[in-house]
């Protein structure tokens, strides 16, 4: 099984910047989609992007115009890139494989283990 490390979070003020990255341990050329998740304390995981092996993107509501997904194949990796954070963006974020539309449109969550995430924090 593919195994993901997330990377890239950290403590930001609000309005800065961060990029995370998603390295898989083999090839994600072939995926359906790779999503970012990330789970607040006290909150369910959400969705917040995903992006199909063809380019296509999804993203929520909540960091649409601010939050951009992108994928390297060749490296079997995917980043988020986050700008102009907020605090509420505070979690920590995953990433996963999705193998279905509803994955893909956040109507369910990959039957996958999940990474151990990397923990971004928005405030001043």
């Known amino acids: 099984q593919v195994q993901l490390v997330e990377s890239g979070g950290g403590l930001v003020q609000p309005g800065g910047s961060l990029r995370l990255s998603c390295l898989a341990s083999?090839?994600?050329?072939?995926?359906?989609?790779m999503g970012w998740y990330r789970q607040a304390p006290g909150k369910q995981r959400e969705l917040v992007a995903a992006?199909?092996?063809?380019?296509?993107?999804n993203y929520a509501d909540s960091v649409k115009g601010r939050f951009t997904i992108s994928r390297d194949n060749a490296k079997n990796t995917v980043y988020l890139q986050m700008n102009s954070l907020k605090p509420e963006d505070t979690a920590v974020y995953y990433c996963?494989?999705?193998?279905?539309?509803?994955?893909?449109?956040?109507?369910?969550?990959?039957?996958?283990?999940w990474g151990q995430g990397t923990q971004v924090t928005v405030s001043s």
């Open positions: 083999g090839s994600i050329a072939s995926v359906f989609a």
């Open positions: 996963n494989l999705q193998t279905t539309y509803s994955h893909y449109a956040g109507l369910s969550e990959p039957d996958r283990s």
């Open positions: 992006i199909t092996r063809t380019g296509y993107t």
